[in-house]
């Protein structure tokens, strides 16, 4: 199945098989989380065990639906190309990967028949469509996640983000930060439990959200973490903290949080380079970075460091990755660590910072020297033995 890199997590260890139906052009794998099926070298396609489409690869291009049918579109032209298609486009493709699974479904039999029969092809379009407002009434929008976690359960503990100032970032710029009560979350839980059905073994651990989730104190954690693990048993958890908010509490407070289920936590490092923390309304600073980072550790949880690349423009571009380098090279990371990189993407109506600095004005990075840029970073982190990936956020779709 060509160029379909989101099948690795679904198909990890699980082979492929050909249809025993003298249609040696068709492969498929069943897995306890996914149908996969793969008419010709050319499409796949991909349905969770409700049914519901996840994955269309078509031709060398891939559409990837999120819980709420958003249909998006990557593809490759000139470098990475990506968009969100209109309803009516995703109509259409939900047609045309639908009509592939009925026409497969009446040349085969056993368990692949089975699967196509009762759970995918009691899906049309238009009931397909129809999640949308089932998504809506149990998540308010999920403004983003780490790569890794797209296939997370996400359960939204707060709304929007505590800081909410950061130049560069309109994620939460629409709605204030408020934690649930155990009511609500409770509530929430239970129905995004109804809305990912059997869907739900598609998924893996469990994504504390929104923004700063666990900046809050154990009193409203513990209640909720208990929720969570009593509905979705037996799943690790994560979550986002910022460093000005992290930082505040003790380690035993995250020494407690990882008997509770906590794996690890994900921080917007974002620079190394305190200057441009302060140019970018950024709480926080290397030394207290680094000191969040060992208390982290010492609670034996897993970290990782999110950093912009491109952040300050040309001006700021050597310091910037100099002293981000210097100081993940003075962290006390292992090989359960991860570093994100992340190219700047700025979004409507965040403050174009890059402008000015002073009376210094600053030049925007190309979105070529921003890649130039991560790969060298890339490479040297690796060298400083730990983990790297690239972290796109205009490919976040749940």
Same mark, same amino acid.
């Given at each position: 199945m060509p160029g379909q890199k989101e099948l690795s997590d679904t198909l990890r260890g699980k082979g492929r098989h050909r249809a025993a139906t003298g249609?040696?052009? $068709? $492969?498929?794998?069943?897995?306890?989380?996914?149908?996969?099926?793969?008419? +010709?070298?050319?499409?796949?396609?991909?349905?969770?065990? &409700?049914?519901?489409? *996840?994955?269309?690869? #078509?031709?060398? =291009?891939?559409? @990837?639906?999120?819980?709420?049918?958003?249909? *998006? $579109?990557?593809?490759? +032209? *000139? !470098?990475?190309?990506?968009?969100?298609?209109?309803? &009516?486009?995703?109509?259409?493709?939900? =047609?045309?990967?639908?009509?592939?699974?009925? &026409?497969?479904?009446?040349?085969? +039999?056993?368990?692949?028949?089975?699967?196509?029969? &009762?759970?995918?092809?009691?899906?049309?379009?238009?009931?397909?469509?129809?999640?949308?407002?089932?998504?809506?009434?149990?998540?308010?929008?999920?403004?983003?996640?780490?790569?890794?976690?797209?296939?997370?359960?996400? $359960?939204?503990?707060?709304? !929007?983000?505590?800081?909410?100032?950061?130049?560069?970032?309109?994620?939460?710029?629409?709605?204030p930060f408020r934690p649930k009560s155990t009511v609500e979350f409770r509530q929430h839980t239970e129905g995004v439990k109804d809305l990912l059905g059997e869907g739900v073994k598609l998924r893996r651990g469990i994504f504390l959200a929104d923004g700063n989730a666990l900046a809050l104190s154990l009193n409203r954690l513990e209640p909720m973490i208990s929720i969570a693990k009593e509905i979705f048993p037996e799943r690790s958890l994560v979550g986002?903290?910022?460093?000005?908010?992290?930082? #505040?509490?003790?380690?035993? *407070?995250?020494?407690?949080?990882?008997?509770?289920?906590? @794996?690890?936590?994900?921080?917007?490092?974002?620079?190394g380079l305190d200057e441009l923390?302060?140019?970018?309304?950024?709480?926080?600073?290397?030394?207290?970075?680094?000191?969040?980072?060992?208390?982290? @550790?010492?609670?034996?949880?897993?970290?990782c460091l999110i950093v912009i690349v491109g952040l300050g423009g040309r001006e700021y571009r050597s310091e910037h990755s100099r002293a981000s380098l210097e100081v993940l090279d003075s962290l006390p990371l292992d090989e359960t660590d991860l570093i994100y990189l992340s190219p700047l993407v700025l979004q409507p109506g965040t403050t174009d910072y890059r402008s000015r600095q002073g009376d210094t004005p600053l030049t925007p990075m190309t979105e070529d020297e921003i890649e130039v840029e991560l790969q060298q970073m890339a490479t040297r982190i690796r060298g400083l033995g730990v983990k790297t990936s690239r972290y796109d956020i205009r490919e976040f779709i749940y």
């Open positions: 249609d040696g052009g $068709l $492969l498929f794998s069943l897995t306890p989380g996914a149908t996969v099926i793969s008419p +010709d070298r050319q499409h796949s396609l991909t349905f969770d065990r &409700e049914g519901r489409l *996840h994955l269309y690869f #078509r031709r060398g =291009a891939t559409y @990837k639906r999120g819980l709420a049918s958003d249909l *998006h $579109l990557r593809f490759r +032209d *000139h !470098g990475r190309q990506r968009r969100q298609l209109s309803p &009516e486009e995703a109509g259409s493709i939900f =047609a045309e990967a639908y009509q592939q699974a009925r &026409e497969i479904a009446s040349r085969v +039999d056993g368990e692949l028949e089975a699967r196509l029969s &009762e759970e995918v092809l009691r899906w049309t379009p238009e009931s397909l469509a129809a999640e949308r407002q089932r998504f809506l009434s149990c998540y308010r929008p999920i403004a983003i996640l780490p790569p890794d976690q797209y296939l997370s359960i996400v $359960l939204q503990a707060t709304q !929007g983000c505590s800081w909410n100032r950061c130049t560069f970032c309109n994620f939460y710029m629409d709605r986002f903290v910022d460093l000005f908010s992290g930082e #505040r509490h003790p380690v035993a *407070h995250w020494r407690r949080l990882g008997q509770l289920g906590l @794996k690890r936590v994900y921080v917007g490092m974002e620079t923390l302060g140019l970018v309304n950024k709480p926080g600073s290397a030394a207290e970075l680094s000191a969040f980072v060992g208390d982290l @550790k010492r609670a034996s949880l897993s970290v």
